[in-house]
Structure formats: structure tokens, C-alpha cells
């Protein structure tokens, strides 16, 4: 009999045996002195789809439990089980207590694969924070990174490297929510024949659930998870910095792009709670939006506030609009030129800020600095100075290049 194919995330475990048409699930793995008790789901690839046999929980290094499974499966069909069953228990066991091999770096060959699953909000096999304060369009931005993932399309300058399920988990909505934002996005975006990401509503803390969650990335061939939000998916129990190990712990297992997405305390701009938050996550953006009540149009700054192992990059602008009565029916998203938005201008760097004052007219340094609320006239002229590429000194005013 040859061998399964054999796929891992975390302690999920997926085998399958082609000629057979035999899958088995085998999770919720755990050590003792009876041995290693783990849980099967067995299916059977019945004309393109799965159908399930049998689900069993037994000592992977007891003969006498793999016996009695061998037999009670006789009954599913004549293969040979006795076989598939000891395959099973070699191959789990050896995976399982191997953990990742031991190589030596400094000589490893060039990666093929892009860096960026979605440049630059998606870095591949890692996790992703975006942060910003309540109603600043955080999830509506992760949904539609998620459909345009899942549809393989690029928008907005935005361009996922391949087409890819999306699952998004969630601690604050509604399935019908998340739904109406992924419709309206569609319809925005024109997608004549949409493809849809996976859903799940949770209630769980992220780390205690997670051997599902592998579970479904495994089945479902998930590419990209995302987490909304960190504030709810985290456990209650123990204190705030291990609960936040524990979830950057579980994310990394999965091996895929995980966005989180996650809050901000009041006049900062860093991500609310515990540093470790903070330090586990290799890529954070804060959103900082507007909008006016009564119309149907938020505009919001994407700020790039930590990256490892890579360039920070510029801020950038989107723009929301949205038509329909009681819910959204239609989402236009369109790029947004930061330096036009009055609100959005102020969070820019210097230079930007200048630029967006001097495309109205000539100023002088002081003027600059009581149009911009700048309380420090050097550093105006500084960067005026530094930017001799972008700035002209006119007499006593200063003016564009361009």
C-alpha cells in the first residue's frame, strides 16, 4: 500500500490515501502514561465529494485499540485497514514529536514566492495588525482585502499574488453583517461572478479554539485568516500579556497570512493593551478616519506604523461611499489623495503637509506655520530646506518646484 499524502498545521493532522479515496482527520492530540490518545475523523471521497465513515478516539501506540478500529472499520468496505490504521499511527507519531527540522541558515536558496501575499497588508505566512479607533472603517478595509483575495482580483493598487480562500472569524458581528459588507463591496467592485470567503461567527477565545480553526484551514484550503477583533478573541482568564502570547502564539501555528484586527487607546498611536501585541505582530497600520454624520462617505488614512525585516511604506487614502436605504447595497471604494482632505492632511509628515498648503499659493515660513498649527518654526524651515527637490524659496515666500 503506498503511503498518504500528509499535511500538518500546528497539531491538525490531514491524511489521505488516493487510492482508496480514504481521508483522516486526526487532532486533539495529547501524551500521558497510557500513551498518545488522539481523535480520527475518517471520510471517504466518494465521486468528488467527501462522505463521512466513522469518528473513533484511540491510543495511537495500543495494538490492541488499532485492532479492534481495523475491525469495526470491515464493515466500510475491504481495504486494508489494519495497514492505513498502523500508517496513520507511524506517521502522526513521527510528525508529532519531531516538531519543525533543525537546518542551518546563511546558505538557504533565493525564496521564489513574493514576500507580500497582498502588498503591503498581507505578508505572507505572518501576522498583520490593523489598529485604529471604533466606527474608522477597520473591518470594512479587511473585507475588502478579503474579496479581493478571494476573487483574485487587483483594485485600488492593491494585488493579491494569487487567487485564495479567505476565512474570516468573528467576535463582533453577525454572519448577516459581515454578509451585507461583502455584497456591497462586490457590487462596487463589478464582479459579474463573485467567489465568497468563509465565515465563522465565534465566541470562543481564539487560542482555546484553535485546533478547529486548523482544522477548517486544513479542510477548506484557507489561504488567508482574518481576526476581528483581538480585543474579544483573547481569553478572559490569566493575565492581559499572557492572553496575548497565547493568541500571537495560536496565529503563528497556522502558518498563513493572519490579519488582526485591533484598537487604539485614546491619543496614541500605538496598539491598545499589551506590548507583546505589539512586538508579536511583523506588520501595523493605523486607520484614521473621517466622516460626517448624515453622509454616506467615510475617508481614512492607512498609516504604516511598524514592519520588520522590510520598509515602512507611505501613508495611504481610501474612500468609502455608500448607497442603499436601511443597509449598505453598494460600496464605491476609490483611492484618496491625503493632502486634499483637510482632517487627513494633519496626520501626514511635514513635507506632505506643506505641499498640500502651497498648492493653494506662496507663503513664507511664519505663514506656514499658523496655517499648519505648527508651534515650531524651524522645523518648517528645515524641511523646507531639506527638500530642495520639492520647494523654492521666492524672495521671502516659499513656493512648488511643480
Not at 492530540?29 to 475523523?41: M, P, T
Amino acid at each position: 500500500m503506498n503511503l498518504p499524502e500528509i499535511k500538518r498545521i500546528g497539531d491538525v493532522f490531514l491524511l489521505f490515501w488516493q487510492t482508496e479515496g480514504i481521508k483522516v482527520s486526526v487532532d486533539h492530540i495529547f501524551e500521558d502514561v497510557r500513551g498518545v490518545v488522539a481523535e480520527l475523523a475518517l471520510s471517504q471521497n466518494t465521486r468528488g465529494e467527501n462522505q463521512h465513515i466513522y469518528n473513533a478516539k484511540i491510543n495511537l501506540l495500543s495494538p490492541t485499540a488499532k485492532e479492534h478500529l481495523a475491525k469495526v472499520l470491515a464493515r466500510y468496505g475491504q481495504r486494508d485497514w489494519q495497514s492505513m490504521i498502523e500508517q496513520l499511527s507511524v506517521l502522526t507519531m513521527r510528525k508529532y514529536r519531531e516538531g519543525e527540522p533543525v537546518i542551518q541558515v546563511g546558505n538557504l536558496p533565493q525564496r521564489e514566492k513574493p514576500k507580500y501575499f497582498l502588498f503591503p497588508y498581507l505578508l505572507e505566512g505572518a501576522i498583520t495588525t490593523i489598529f485604529g479607533y471604533g466606527e474608522s472603517g477597520k473591518s470594512y478595509l479587511a473585507t475588502l482585502l478579503a474579496v479581493l483575495v478571494q476573487n483574485g482580483i487587483s483594485s485600488l493598487g492593491l494585488n493579491p499574488r494569487m487567487k485564495g480562500n479567505v476565512l474570516y472569524l468573528d467576535w463582533e458581528a453577525s454572519a448577516y453583517m459581515v454578509d451585507e459588507r461583502v455584497k456591497a463591496l462586490v457590487a462596487g467592485l463589478e464582479i459579474k461572478i463573485p467567489q465568497y470567503p468563509f465565515y465563522k461567527r465565534c465566541s470562543q477565545p481564539f487560542a482555546q479554539s484553535i485546533t478547529e480553526i486548523q482544522k477548517e484551514v486544513l479542510n477548506k484550503n484557507i489561504q488567508v485568516v482574518i481576526i476581528d477583533s483581538v480585543g474579544m478573541a483573547l481569553s478572559a482568564k490569566g493575565d492581559y500579556h499572557t492572553s496575548a502570547l497565547e493568541l500571537m502564539r495560536a496565529a503563528r501555528s497556522l502558518g498563513t497570512p493572519v490579519l488582526c484586527i485591533d484598537h487604539k487607546p485614546k491619543g496614541e498611536d500605538k496598539i491598545f493593551g499589551s506590548i507583546y501585541k505589539e512586538n508579536e505582530t511583523r506588520s501595523a497600520f493605523e486607520i484614521i478616519a473621517t466622516h460626517t454624520a448624515g453622509e454616506p462617505i467615510l475617508e481614512m488614512a492607512v498609516h504604516h506604523r511598524k514592519v520588520n525585516d522590510a520598509m515602512r511604506t507611505k501613508p495611504r487614502g481610501f474612500r468609502f461611499e455608500f448607497s442603499g436605504e436601511d443597509i449598505p447595497e453598494k460600496v464605491m471604494v476609490t483611492t484618496l489623495d491625503l493632502t486634499k482632505v483637510r482632517e487627513l492632511v494633519k496626520t501626514l509628515p511635514l513635507k506632505d503637509q506643506i505641499v498640500s498648503v502651497l498648492r493653494e499659493g506662496k507663503q513664507s515660513a511664519a505663514d506656514l506655520a499658523i496655517e499648519l498649527g505648527h508651534d515650531n518654526d524651524r522645523s518648517i524651515y528645515t524641511t523646507l530646506y531639506r527638500y530642495k527637490d520639492t520647494f523654492q524659496k521666492c524672495g521671502k515666500e516659499w513656493g512648488l518646484l511643480s
